[in-house]
């Protein structure tokens, strides 16, 4: 009687395995205030025959950061305004939570619609799933207050010098010391000769040509990849052989994985829309000179 009564429990479970369904769940509330971190929950239940690789994903509007809290043994990354964690290997659990942090700007009101996605592996056939998205209504914080005037606006205030935006740029101080150098030196004499200067002569122009067509095939040097994920945990690139050659960089604590090297940014863009076309969703090319990534 007993084994009889074992036997069925145990067929019982393995049908309600079977059967599972992929479903995830959050605890987003429904409203919330800008500039105060939401910890949220999600909640994921694995389907029956889901593989051990999986991707979550969710856009946030620009000014928005998300963190990782516990993500469960996965790979998290935000950029671009998307939080995405990797699992090389989902936990064993059939339901388990992984928790992120969204913090909206201060000044953030009215709703906000998130919609995360999935992509995993079923039978070894890349899939994906869209759960619910989730509604917020922010309300400003008090960070958002009016900008306070000026105490005195009538008094005349020094401009304060332009910020440099490169390393390249010289910097206003430089520029005005610059310009009370000239001011001050006595214009020098007139030429009594025909000749005009050197700077004017067409071998100096040629050479000026000459330097700035040398300029340009420096920077036709640039190696041309397509990124398609940054992980903070070392890959093996074999787990990433489906995409093609695989070359992967450790930049800023993350390890970009890149696929293919391209002459050409045509190339890449080919090879781009290859991948999208095989689900690779966020996928985006990068360019390096000398081994150092460039600005597209």
């Known amino acids: 009687m007993i084994k009889n009564l074992l036997a069925a429990f145990l067929f019982l479970m393995s049908s309600a395995l079977l059967s599972q369904e992929l479903s995830i769940t959050n605890n987003l509330p429904a409203s919330a205030t800008g500039g105060i ?29 998300v963190e ?29 939570t992984f928790t992120l942090r969204i913090t909206a700007p201060a000044n953030t009101s009215g709703s906000i619609t998130l919609t995360p996605q999935f992509f995993y592996l079923e039978n070894n056939v890349k899939k994906d799933y869209t759960p619910t998205p989730a509604t917020v209504s922010y309300s400003a914080g008090s960070a958002a207050a009016a900008v306070t005037p000026p105490s005195n ?59 700035n067509a040398a300029a340009s095939s420096n920077k036709s040097n640039a190696v041309y990849h397509v990124q398609v994920y940054a992980l903070s945990i070392k890959p093996n690139k074999a787990k990433f052989a489906e995409y093609g050659t695989i070359k992967i960089v450790e930049e800023n604590g993350l390890y970009k994985v890149l696929v293919g090297q391209f002459k050409t940014l045509e ?30």
């Open 267 to 296: 190339e890449a863009k080919k090879y781009k829309a290859g991948l999208l076309s095989k689900g690779v969703s966020d996928c985006f090319i990068v360019s390096y000179e000398n081994g150092v990534r460039t600005k597209l």
């Open 37 to 65: 971190g939401l910890q949220t929950d999600f909640t994921l239940t694995k389907g029956a025959n889901m593989g051990s690789f999986a991707k979550f994903q969710v856009d946030v509007p620009a000014g928005f950061t």
């Open 68 to 96: 990782s809290v516990e993500i469960k043994g996965g790979n998290f990354t935000f950029e671009n305004n998307r939080a995405k964690i990797v699992w090389v290997s989902l936990p064993s659990e059939n339901s388990f």
């Open 153 to 211: 606006p009538s008094s005349t205030s020094v401009p304060s010098a332009p910020a440099v935006t490169s390393d390249d740029s010289p910097s206003a101080t430089s520029e005005s010391a610059k310009t009370v150098e000239v001011a001050s030196t006595p214009p020098p004499a007139q030429p009594t000769s025909a000749t005009p200067p050197a700077s004017a002569t067409p071998s100096a122009a040629k050479e000026a040509s000459n330097s």
